[in-house]
């Protein structure tokens, strides 16, 4: 009876083991793009084209934030004109690791990521410093602004600020499909404005591309007597092949502001004041400023 017993327990192990196997389902996936770390190639878009987990990590070129010990993330194109946003500060609220606060005075935007300030001067287009307008940035040439947060020094270089991290702005190139996009809008009480975006790639194997940005928008703001101009130009060339990437930008930008308001430091006050009219102006009406890049 024993050595049934034993020999009827073991049957049944069998066929339960057979039957687990059976039950076993194997699953292949396979990566809907063909992106490779390290190049100048952007880190796909996802989440309805609005967000990239990615971005460019100085002399280790696009990565995907999956591969590196960093924090970084990209905001794309498609995410600037859903939003409508007009200036690289609009972008970067997004973000709850990035605040935009009034810069030295003459309206430029200037960050603080991890509450660490970055000055605009240091703020990088396609990885390189030294580029871009110091005051204030219009996102009409933009494909990427990409957010960095972590050991900056380690992967872009030291510089002034950027303690905390960095912006890295990635220009608009040609696609392979041609691009004409004309558009206008109307913003606030008065701003109306134009923008003309155009792409063409040429060449037997599409190896040379140009892209053309242009932009004119005026009109008073949301504040009274607030009145602000912005004339923009970029021409973005370039020419790949299986050895060879290259790229050539040209830009113009510039931005004048009319009895403009300005930051204002609360010194020596012991209690809370009322919040004044958002409507209303406290600026002179004969003052400006113009910022040309």
Sequence with gaps: MLTMNTTAQTATAEIN???????????HAKSQNDFQSGGDSLVPAHLNGHIAHGGRLGMLGEQNAMDVPFNVIGYTAKMVSD????????????????????GFGNFA??????????DGDDMTLGGLPGILPRQMVDTAMIERVEIFKGANALVNGAASSGVGGIINLEPKRAEDIPITRLG????????????????????????????????H???????????????LATLAL????????????FGYQKKTFHGGTMGVNISEVNFIPLVPNNRHNYSQKWGYSNIEN
């Design 17 to 27: 083991n057979i039957k687990n196997q059976q039950d076993i389902i194997v699953v």
């Design 83 to 102: 939003q409508q946003a007009k200036t690289v500060a609009e972008v970067v609220n997004n973000d709850a690791g990035v605040q935009s606060i009034q």
């Design 109 to 118: 935007e200037t960050y603080r990521i991890r509450g660490f300030k970055l």
């Design 184 to 215: 206008l809008d109307y913003t606030s009480i008065s701003q109306v404005g134009g923008t003309l975006d155009v792409g063409r790639r040429f060449g037997e194997d599409n190896q040379f591309g140009a892209r053309l940005n242009l932009v």
């Design 217 to 231: 928008r005026e009109g008073e703001t949301a504040v009274k007597n607030d009145k602000r101009r912005t004339t």
């Design 238 to 249: 370039d020419y790949h092949s299986n050895r060879v990437r290259s790229s050539l930008d």
